[in-house]
Nanobody, 124 residues
Framework: VQLQASGGGLVQAGGSLRLSCAASGGTIDKYAMGWFRQAPGKEREFVSR????????YYATSVKGRFNVSRENAKNTVYLQMNSLKPEDTGVYYC??????????????????WGQGTKVTVSS
């Protein structure tokens, strides 16, 4: 499956963005999906994940209460709604797909497929 993330851009602190991750070459209902981000000079970090049918959601502490992950399997798309953005949310955001069971999906190694990333810049 190929993943294409989009929706990034430049936004002021306190603003919102909605990222999309569109899949092709396969249907995403087979995959648990995750979002990660990487700030300049830092390691890639977990942001959020959602189970195959969307019943289980999980967020990093730093984004809990501000970000919402969702999916529309019929559209083969996963979303990340980001509200109350802060400068520290700046980075390249990646979506990823996992077929693995009994793994820690807050770690990048749990994912089999990755999108190319979309850049988010939050100005203060």
């Amino acid at each position: 499956v190929q993943l294409q993330a989009s929706g990034g851009g430049l936004v002021q602190a306190g603003g919102s963005l909605r990222l999309s991750c569109a899949a092709s070459g396969g249907t995403i209902d087979k995959y648990a999906m995750g979002w990660f981000r990487q700030a300049p000079g830092k390691e890639r970090e977990f942001v959020s994940r959602i189970s195959r049918v969307g019943g289980t959601l999980y967020y990093a502490t730093s984004v809990k209460g501000r970000f919402n992950v969702s999916r529309e399997n019929a559209k083969n798309t996963v979303y990340l709604q980001m509200n109350s953005l802060k400068p520290e949310d700046t980075g390249v955001y990646y979506c990823a797909a996992s077929t693995r069971l009994a793994v820690d999906r807050t770690t990048a190694g749990a994912y089999d497929y990755w999108g190319q990333g979309t850049k988010v810049t939050v100005s203060s």
